[in-house]
Nanobody, 128 residues
């Protein structure tokens, strides 16, 4: 059973930073380098939207809302994905979800239908 473990959410003042992390195990229970990983977020009363993502082929994607403020990366084995969020704004308040793409069979990194597995989410709250 695939399991995604997210961490790093919390309460921060506007202008502050947070780093989210996500590690996902595969069907065997072992962690491995997923071909595609991404973060989406959903604020109360709003649709889920992409934040950023990357692929093991080198492709990256950032939503306009995070460009220049957010940075996505992975550790050396490419197992854990990090989302560093700087200069946070109250409008960044949302539940952030990690998601994985097992085979890169779809090219649209901004679409939630591209991804196969989802984490439970971690709350990010930015106070003004």
């Amino acid at each position: 059973q695939v399991q995604l473990v997210e961490s790093g959410g919390g309460l921060v003042q506007a202008g502050g930073s947070l780093r989210l992390s996500c590690t996902a195990s595969g069907d065997t229970g072992r962690y491995y380098a997923w071909p595609g990983m991404a973060w989406f977020r959903q604020a109360p009363g709003k649709k889920r939207e992409v934040v950023a993502g990357d692929r093991t082929d080198g492709a990256t994607y950032y939503a306009d809302s995070g460009k220049g403020r957010f940075a996505i990366s992975r550790d050396d084995p490419l197992i854990t994905q990090y989302l560093l969020m700087n200069n946070l704004k109250p409008e960044d308040t949302a539940v952030y979800y990690c998601t994985t793409d097992k085979d890169l069979d779809r090219s649209n990194m901004a679409s939630d239908s591209t991804y196969d597995y989802w984490g439970q989410g971690t709350q990010v709250t930015v106070s003004s």
